[in-house]
Every structure is written in C-alpha cells, then in structure tokens.
C-alpha cells in the first residue's frame, strides 16, 4: 500500500507549488520490463523549474550491489530550481523497495542555498526535519552530511536535512513523516524568498552554484546512476537538471 | 621528450584560437605529489569558451586498473564551445603515461555540432583524421565511435573522430601526427562557420545540445574520472564544461 500514500502525497506537493502560478506539465512513461511513471515538470516564474516524479517500476535484475533477481521499487523523486536566487533549491525523495531477500524504505529532503544561505531558513528546515524523524534526527542528518558532499569540490553541497537508505519495515512511520512534513520544512522558506530583490550579479551567482548541483548529480547520486543502471528513462531522470546552468 | 612537443604544440593551438580575439587567461597550479599544469582559459566573442590545458604530474599510486605504484602522466587538453551555434564544439587529447610495468599513449580528437551538422565539415574533419592516421585510421575511428557514445541517450555524442588509448613506444609518431594534424582538422570549419548568422532559437537548441556534453563528460568520461581520482585540480578538470547549458 505504499502507492497510493505516495501519489497522494505528490498531488498535495504538486498542488502546492502550482499556487505559486503555473501547471506541470505531465509525462507518462513505461518501464521497458514493467511498470513506469510520472514525470511532471513545472517552468514557471516563480519555480523556474520543479520536477515532482513518481514512478513504480519492476525489473528482472536488481541493479547494483543491493541485490540479485527480480526488484520492485517505488517512489517520489522532487527538485526545485527557484527564480530567486535567494530562494534555495530542495530536493526531496522518498521510495520503498522489494526484492526476494528483503524490504526496504529510503529517502530524505535536503536544502541547498545557490549561493545565498540564511540561517533562519536553515535552521528551520532543520527543526522540521527534527521533528518528523526524533530520536533519528542525529543520524540521519549525519547522513545526509556525509551523502550530499561534492568530493571533488571539497564542500556540502547545500545545508544538509536528512538521508536514510536501507530501512527495514519498522522504519515506515518515519518514512511517512518525512513525507507529511516536506511541505512544512520548504514552503515557509519560499514564501519569505521568492518576493526578495536580487540583481543581475546574484543571479550570475546562482547560476553558478547551479554548476556544482549537476556536478553532484552526474557525478556522485545513486538516484541517477541507479536509474541509468536500472533502464529507467533518462528523460524523467535528468528532469531534475537545472534549468540553465553555467561554468 | 614529450612535454617540449607537447608544450610547443598547445602554444600553435592558442595563437591559433587568439587569433580569432581574446587572449587566453593562464592559471598554473600545482599537483600534490608532484608536478602540475597550467590551466588556459580564453572566454571572447568567438569562441565563448575554450580550454587548452597541459600538465606533467606524478603519483604514488596509479589511479584506476591500468597499473599500480608510481607513474608519471602528460598531457595536452582542449575543448572549445562556441558562440555561433553553427560551428561545432572540438575535442582534443595527447597524452603520455608511464608506469614502472609499462609505457604508453593515447589521445585522437572528435567532433560535436551542437544542433547543427554539415556534411562537408564532417567529411574534411575525418579526410585529416585519415591523413592523420593511415593505416590506423578505420580502427580509431570506430573506437571514438565508441567511446563518444552517450549511453543513456542512445547515441553518439557528435560525429567521430579518432580514439586510441594504451598504445605502445612504436605509436609515437602516429601520436604525434595527431597533434600535428589538429588545427588543419578544425580551423577551416571554423573559418567557414563562425561568421554565418543564426536565430535565438538556433541559440537555444545549441545550449540544448550542450546539456548532453555535460552528461557525457561527467557520466562517462575517463579523463574527468582520472583527473578526480587521481587528485586533479577540480577546475582545471572542469574548465572544460560548457560556459552556459540548459535543461
């Protein structure tokens, strides 16, 4: 029953980013051994550009290291990329898996600031994050620490939130809650930010930042080489790229 | 001997290219275990961007499969990404390494219209590949065939070249010829190119086709996974990404 929890939850976030103008555009696709998904891309003025997928996909070979045979695995994969250069980029997933030997949950939301940070956002993405997940905040945002690190560039790609992967079954209740408080952790940020002036210069910045998210993404996320590996459509994959991005 | 022919011959290939405006900004930098490089820079009118690197640096521990122990690597790189979206983006590698077990080279150069091929460019750019190479030639065409191959997106990344790694001592002056013949592949289509009109859409389809330059060179690459792994400076590594893509 992880489905319909998770394609409700994405019409709530879709519903709310479109309140800021705009309407996703949405792309169905197949998965070549079963399944498929949805891609659904806004370009907007205010969410330059947020892609908010959901996919469902059986395959007959577990790619990586995770497991061997067959593997369903389901999920909601979320990018932003504001106008606002003062607005930060969020990424949120969450996604559950199956495979002959075990189960597992996955996921977390992270925050990353194109080159304006501001401690009261940080700090209150952070309590939420804090909040959804208690006694595994530490962990978890030390995850997240560790996983949203850009090796070649020697930084944290933004201000950090949570990661987990390979969570057993006891784990849902906080799988769920990491999905019912994303909203709560981003949209407050985005109703202070997405009205503040910035200038040509700023923007330059952003763009800029913007460079070191597709390097992490190509480079280093096991969402984009899993979903390579596993066949998925790279169309849906990279929709999560920045809009425009420069080096 | 090889760094003065390879220093001489990046030299040619920046007058060259400056010849169009601009003068190339230089940044040397140094490796940690030895040895280093120099960065070039040269962002004008012309070519929007363009990166013609060398370095000489040596390591403990050979990055990778190809050996173990100390070894020593050099090398000139290039990539160019233009202003006008009719004249292609060019690629350009020699390099030499030496490890205690073996010696080799590799290197050739490929061609990539961002959105807009012609026939005749792609014919005289593959005639000096053949003049280039001789008796090589059929086989290193089709290993750049290979190699430039953007997986995820089922094809290839532009129209060929020449691609050749882990050749022996006698390839030298096929090595070589490589280098020689570099300028006479590219400048004439870029005499003929750079000065042809074209639309903002023509523009936009050109930034289009670079996002897809980005993925191959961070997904796929074995000189930006070398250059990581072996403790490369990260912007001379990237220097050579597009100034501006969109997705």
Redesign the interface.
């Known amino acids: 029953m992880k489905e319909p929890y998770l394609k409700a939850l994405r019409e709530k976030i879709i519903a709310a980013f479109e309140s800021y103008g705009g309407t996703f555009e949405r792309t169905p696709w197949q998965h070549h051994s079963g399944g498929g998904g949805e891609m659904a891309v806004l370009r907007g003025d205010v969410f330059e ?1 947020a892609a908010v997928n959901f996919s469902a996909v059986r395959g007959e070979t577990f790619p990586g290291k995770d497991g061997m045979g067959p593997f369903y695995a389901t999920g909601v994969s979320l990018i932003t990329h504001m106008r606002n250069p003062m607005a930060p980029t969020v990424h949120f997933n969450i996604r559950y898996i199956e495979t002959p030997e075990k189960s597992w949950f996955g996921g977390g939301y992270d925050l990353t600031p194109m080159g304006f940070p501001f401690t009261e956002d940080t700090e209150h993405f952070h309590r939420i994050a804090k909040e959804a997940t208690g006694e595994y905040y530490e962990e978890l945002m030390e995850r997240a620490k560790e996983y949203f690190f850009i ?3 020697k930084k944290e790609r933004g201000v950090g939130g949570l990661f987990f992967d390979h969570r057993p079954m006891e784990f849902e209740p906080t799988w769920k809650s990491v999905g019912d408080t994303f909203l709560d952790a981003i949209m407050p940020i985005y109703e202070r930010r997405v009205t503040m002036p910035y200038s040509e210069e700023d923007r330059q910045k952003q ?1 800029a930042m913007r ?1 070191h998210y ?2 992490f993404n ?2 280093y996320d096991r969402g984009t080489k899993f979903g ?1 590996l596993s066949g998925g459509n ?1 169309e849906a ?3 999560s ?7």
Request: net charge positive.
């Open positions: 550009k090796k070649h560039r763009l460079a597709v390097e190509l480079l390579f790279p994959i990279l929709c790229m920045p809009p425009i991005a420069t080096w």
